[in-house]
């Protein structure tokens, strides 16, 4: 007995950013598949899809946004009720990757905590993970399954190169972590390439010292480059020291708005004339301001699950750039 295989791509979301999963959704011209989340009154997470998803390729949703164990915790449920419904292949798109700074021991008796949620991902029953600009590329090493890195750098040069062109303009990596990726941007920009070298005091979190600045800024048009903005401590630390070095025009641009605890505030800085994030994380109303713009990442996840569903390559919709 033969019969030809249908294959059918599934498109499911937890809760953190349902905005993202609509607009992925849309593009890729698929209709979301209800996982009907709910809370028993002790708080445990419920989830059972609307459908059937038996011999499905089923993409689950979830960026790791506050409340971080939260978020994680549904998306491991989301994809165990997949794997018990006979899902064919599970994918966890990951726009932003929860813990994914503990990517190493720093100091003694720490955890690995980003190897730790790749494991607990892989046990859930996940095939394959989708993120977008991971805090460090070894994270990729720490699963057994496929890792597609993707980057929103295509959203933030296109941003870029048609607002802030010219020969004036300096890219700036905030600390010696981010040269290679503001490196790669000063390339497509045809700019020149600046770098702050900053410390962090021994035994101290979210707290940032700015020491000296490396290349020519006086009278630039700066854009600092990084992956995430949290507090906001090492942006902050670096606007300060490139106006101390006589720096003109600053952008700040990230691709994960974070913003966390006095972010806003610092952000409007007197300094930064303009500050420009993506929204793989959501930004509430009361953590938008006057200088803040949001670009959209969808077309590019949406661009990744439509090649990982067909079998083809992701780095070709990123001409290789994507891996860290």
Known sequence: ?????????????????????????????????????????????????????????????????APVNDAVMEQLIMIDAAKRASAKRITAVVPNYGYARQDRKSTGREPITAKLVADMFQTAGADRLLSVDLHSGQIQGFFDVPVD??????????????????????????????????????????SDLALVHKTRPKGTANVVVGRDVVGDVAGRHCVLIDDMIDTAGTIVAAVELLKANGAGDIWVMATHAVFSGPAVERLQHESISRVIVTDTLPVPPEKRFDKLEILSVAQIVANAISAVFQDSSVSDIFHGENLA
């Open 149 to 190: 890195h993707l980057t929103a750098a295509p959203v933030l040069l296109d941003y870029l190169s048609t607002r802030a062109g010219g020969p004036n303009v300096v890219v700036v990596a905030p600390d010696a972590g981010r040269v290679k990726v503001a490196e790669r941007y000063a390339q497509h920009l045809g």
């Open 1 to 65: 007995m033969e019969s030809p295989a249908i294959r059918r791509l599934v498109l499911a979301t937890g809760r953190t950013h349902p905005q993202l999963a609509r607009d992925v959704a849309v593009h890729l011209g698929v209709d979301l598949v209800e996982a009907n989340l709910r809370e028993f009154a002790n708080g445990e997470v419920h989830c059972r899809f609307d459908e059937s998803i038996r011999g499905a390729d089923v993409f689950i949703m979830q960026t790791h946004a």
